[in-house]
C-alpha cells in the first residue's frame, strides 16, 4: 500500500507497544505473567494485523480493520482492568489510553477513506 498517512500506524504501534512493555514490567510480578502476557499476545497480534493491512490487496482490507479495530477495544479493557485493580497509576492509565486513541483513530480515518460504511447493529 502507498498511503503514507496509513503507514504511519506502523511506528505509532511501536511507540504504544514500547510504552506498554514498560507498564506491564512494572506490574505485581502475579499479574505481568497472566494479564501481562495475555497484553502483550494482543498487541503483538495487532502489530502483525497492521502490516498485513499494509501488504494485502482493497478487497480483504476491511477484514483486517475489523481485526485490529476488535484487539484496540480488548486492549483498552485490559488498561481499564489494570486501572480498575490499581496495578497502573492514573498518568499511566491516560498514556496509555492516549497512545491507543490515536491508533484508533488513525484507523477510523483509514476505514473511512474505504467508502465502505460500518453500521453499528442495536
Do not use: A, T, W
Not at 488513525?106 to 460500518?118: C, E, F, P, T, V
Amino acid at each position: 500500500m502507498k498511503d503514507n498517512k496509513f503507514l504511519i500506524l506502523i511506528p505509532k504501534s511501536e511507540i504504544y507497544i514500547e510504552y506498554m512493555i514498560n507498564v506491564i514490567n512494572k506490574l505485581p510480578r502475579m499479574e505481568k505473567f497472566s494479564i501481562g502476557n495475555s497484553f502483550k499476545e494482543v498487541m503483538y497480534e495487532m502489530l502483525k494485523n497492521i502490516i498485513y493491512l499494509s501488504k494485502i490487496n482493497n478487497s480483504s482490507r476491511m477484514h483486517y480493520c475489523n481485526l485490529i479495530d476488535s484487539e484496540i477495544v480488548v486492549q483498552r479493557i485490559y488498561i481499564r482492568i489494570m486501572y480498575k485493580s490499581r496495578y497502573i497509576d492514573e498518568k499511566k492509565y491516560n498514556q496509555s489510553i492516549k497512545l491507543l486513541d490515536e491508533i484508533g483513530k488513525i484507523l477510523g480515518g483509514y476505514i473511512k477513506s474505504l467508502g465502505i460504511k460500518y453500521e453499528q447493529k442495536s
